[in-house]
């Protein structure tokens, strides 16, 4: 359940409704049924079309390697679906929403350098971050996590098994479980899981199982790349109130990076949010967390108190990006649709925000993601 490939302008003026997903879901103007039967037939149906995102957002990624916007010598592995090259406008967002969270890992990670950090990334899917990040640096004091349905898990696992003897700078020694979705090592955990099992337990209620190998006092990054847009509000703010207020106890500096939607009510955002939901993708939290500051507002809501940032990809790649790398990446293809990028691009943010924990040295851990905020202050 990681993030789908940004929507092209082709596909947003003049998407076809998905025949499979209106046929297995309830389609608009069609009557509800009280069965419990079809409800749950309904929810199988739309946690299958989440699911596929998965490939969506692979297939995107792949497309920016192939034409070297990055480099990530595992965006092959986990593709199960015929390469397709993306339009550049489609390449550039994948480039930039890549980069930006990068950049966040990277400063997370750097502060203090030499202490152990911890990541969970939340509907990851077939997401290589991990990978990517032991073999440009082999010596990383880093505990990952990532959590996704069982469907996701399992396939995941089965294209690990397959490289990590021989493309690794070190081998991992994990434990995979018999039924084969789950994984399990000192320092890479693959957890099977339904994320809307995770919420903070009401009085007399059990505790969710614990996840294994998670440790929770080590400072802490959260992500999700369209992840969380999924669910349902409640649902939503339930996990991310399961993580901030029960499951990590204070002293536990833990930080959160948010890629999403935004802006659904202007006339690009009703078009994208339509045709999105053509193809059965209902992006459910949108409408509550529409706006940059929303996002932020959300961020501290949710116990990340001691800092918020925001900012959408067409900010990102104006400000975050070097002109270098700028110049580097416009002589990759031609883009000639500026001002549609631009619009696509206000329509998508990457949001972050921390709390530094009641622990010794906590206000060091998000020092660089601090620094990031009070530098676009300036410059705006």
């Known amino acids: 359940m990681t993030a789908p490939s940004i929507p092209n ?25 009280d069965s ?18 998965d490939q969506d957002a692979s297939l995107s ?10 480099v990530d010598p595992f965006a092959k592995d986990f593709i ?43 509907g990851a899917g077939s997401d290589t971050r991990y990978f ?19 469907t996701n898990t399992c396939q995941k696992i089965t294209a690990i098994k397959r490289f990590t003897s021989s493309r690794l700078p070190q081998a991992i020694d994990f434990r995979v479980s018999n039924d ?15 994320l809307r099992t995770l919420r903070p337990p009401n009085d007399g209620e059990a505790s969710p199982s614990p996840l294994p190998n998670l440790d929770p006092t080590l400072p802490t990054m959260l992500l999700s790349e369209c992840c969380l847009i999924y669910l349902s509000p409640p649902n939503a703010d339930a996990i991310l109130k399961y993580f901030s207020s029960h499951l990590f106890p204070p002293s536990t500096p833990l930080g959160l990076v948010i890629y999403e939607p935004v802006n659904p009510n202007d006339s690009f955002g009703r078009v994208m949010v339509r045709n999105l939901a053509n193809r059965g993708i209902v992006l459910q939290t949108l409408r509550k ?11 501290r809501v949710m116990g990340f108190a001691n800092g918020q940032g925001s900012a959408d990809v067409d900010f990102i790649w104006e ?57 676009q202050s300036c410059d705006e």
């Open 180 to 194: 084969g979705n789950a994984l399990y090592s000192p320092t890479y955990n693959i957890h099977p899981i339904d």
């Open 132 to 150: 990517r990040l032991i073999c440009s640096n082999p010596d990383l004091n880093l505990l990952y996590h990532e959590l996704d349905f069982p």
């Open 61 to 70: 990624r792949l497309s920016a390697v192939e034409v070297g916007y990055l």
């Open 9 to 33: 302008l082709t596909t947003l003026r003049a998407a076809q409704p998905n025949p499979s997903a209106r046929g297995r879901g309830r389609g608009r103007g069609q009557p509800a049924s």
């Open 36 to 53: 419990p039967s079809t409800s749950l037939d309904d929810e199988q149906a739309k946690d299958k079309i989440v699911q596929h995102t």
């Open 80 to 122: 199960t679906e015929p390469s397709q090259r993306r339009f550049p406008i489609i390449n550039r967002g994948t480039y930039v929403r890549s980069t930006a969270i990068d950049t966040l890992v990277d400063k997370f990670l750097a502060t203090p350098p030499l202490q152990k950090k911890q990541i969970i990334s939340l």
């Open 319 to 375: 400000d975050w990006i070097t002109s270098e790398e700028k110049e580097r990446v416009a002589k990759l293809e031609m883009l000639d649709e500026v001002e549609e990028w631009r619009m696509l691009a206000q329509h998508y943010c990457v949001a972050w925000g921390w709390r530094d924990g009641t622990g010794q040295g906590g206000e060091l851990v998000f020092q660089r993601w601090k620094d990031e905020i009070e530098k």
């Open 289 to 299: 967390y529409a706006s940059l500051g929303r996002q932020r507002e959300r961020l």
